[in-house]
């Protein structure tokens, strides 16, 4: 008995070690825990700004512009600043990208505060917004790669990032829907400004390997050639490629579920700002549960499969959402959603890391943001012109739908990689 207590101790302690082992690294520690911190003024700032939105102009399609154009700057520049990060020293440009972030929260809350703040600036501030967004994604996925020393913890490393992210989905929802009752919606932004220094703390104390801190010599070859050079590989890359099919298909018919949550909470659950914080960091505490779940397995082998699955669980969580109108079952369906669309966003990048070639990773990263992130302005879109036509509950409905189809799609195409995964 007490042998047998012993062993599924030490395998507990097993599990325990492989679910956080990346943080054995002291300059990813510095970067996870800077990164937490600023990402729960993220989500702070992304509840209040949806409410504000809504509060101002009571129209799911102008919720969904002000989205796309905070996105739509990722489908024009992501592949241009993938060419770029491939050539610079990326502490010194992911600093300056967080100081961006930095001057643009406290821009926003300086506005709300002194009631100048209109549609017009909220638009204004999501384009840039939107430009910081699509530098900072390819970039801060290619540095991840200069903060562990061995490539086998790289998946691991990938799945905490998943988990500090959606740590913060839990956490900043819930705080959100506090501080707007309380404090209004100008004092979260506040808030999200100042918690960009912690990251930018954590930057400057990370000390990178010579290796990566040197800046690449300069290249003969124009951009466009390196573009060209960067989407070559990629295509003919098929595995890469599918992904790309995979996740950015997802996003625009998938991702966007959250611009539109602020009308579900008020006209299907009857609630305020505290319930779309509630029904936020439900949706976070099943993406919490699943980047968990990635970063405790100890091999990429089988993640693909996970694709697919994960695409069936945040289709069927959104389904779910067409036919509940209470609280308690619409908390369970979105934590089945974030647990989907987790895994989904998570065994991709890993998968897409995994196979790329370093000397390309700014670049590949650069198409995947695009697959990612670029197509999510049309997505936010199409959600909110969906939903002012059809309906909320409608528009879950047939995001779920396309997702199954999804799923289906990329299990078809597996089959011919089984050699690769």
């Known amino acids: 008995m007490g042998s047998n207590i012993v062993a599924m101790f030490n395998s507990f302690q097993t599990k325990i070690y492989n679910t956080f082992r990346a943080l054995k690294y002291k300059n990813y520690r510095l970067f996870f825990f800077g990164q937490c911190i ?57 600093v300056f990208v967080q100081f961006s972030f ?15 703040l209109n549609i017009w600036n909220v638009l204004i501030i999501s384009l840039f917004m939107g430009v910081s967004n699509a530098i900072d994604m390819p970039l801060r996925q290619a540095f991840v790669v200069q903060l562990v020393d061995d490539n086998e913890d790289l998946s691991n490393a990938i799945s905490l990032n998943s988990s500090c992210f959606n740590l913060a989905r839990l956490i900043g929802p819930a705080i959100a829907g506090v501080l707007i009752a309380i404090i209004g919606e100008g ?49 003919n890359n098929k595995f890469i490629w599918y992904i790309f099919m995979f996740i950015g298909i ?13 009308i579900y909470a008020k006209e299907i659950l009857k609630g305020g700002a505290q319930t779309l914080g509630y029904l936020m960091s439900a949706a976070g505490i099943g993406a919490l549960i699943g980047a968990l779940y990635l ?10 499969k996970w694709t697919c699955a994960s695409a069936v669980m945040f289709g069927s969580g959104l389904i779910g959402l067409k036919f509940i109108s209470n609280l308690p079952l619409a908390l369970l369906s979105l934590s089945i959603t974030g647990f989907g669309m987790v895994v989904l966003i998570a065994s991709c990048n890993t998968i897409v890391q995994y196979y790329c070639e370093e000397s390309k990773r700014g670049r590949v990263m650069g198409l995947y943001t695009i697959a990612f992130f670029g197509t999510a302005p049309f997505g936010s879109l199409i959600e909110g012109t969906i939903a002012d036509k059809l309906g909320i509950s409608t528009t879950y409905l047939i995001n779920g739908i396309i997702l199954l189809i999804l799923a289906y799609w990329f299990s078809t195409k597996l089959k011919h990689f089984t050699n690769q995964e």
């Open 102 to 116: 930095l001057i643009e929260a406290f821009i926003l809350a300086v506005l709300t505060l002194t009631n100048l």
């Open 187 to 235: 004092w979260c932004f506040m808030i999200n400004a100042l918690s960009y220094i912690a990251v930018i703390w954590a930057l400057l104390l990370i000390l990178v390997s010579n290796e990566y801190a040197k800046i690449p010599a300069k290249k003969e070859t124009s951009i466009l050639e390196e573009l060209k050079e960067g989407f070559n590989y990629s295509y």
């Open 250 to 262: 997802a996003s625009l018919s998938g991702m966007a579920f959250q611009v539109v949550m602020p």
């Open 295 to 304: 970063s405790s397995r100890t091999s990429i082998k089988g993640l693909s």
């Open 38 to 94: 600023s990402l729960i003024g993220t989500w702070i700032q992304q509840v209040a700004m949806s409410w504000l939105i809504y509060k101002l102009t009571n129209s799911a399609f102008l919720m969904g512009l002000v989205c796309f154009v905070s996105t739509l700057p990722a489908l024009i520049l992501s592949p241009f600043a993938g060419v770029f990060i491939d050539r610079m020293e990326k502490k010194k440009a992911l």
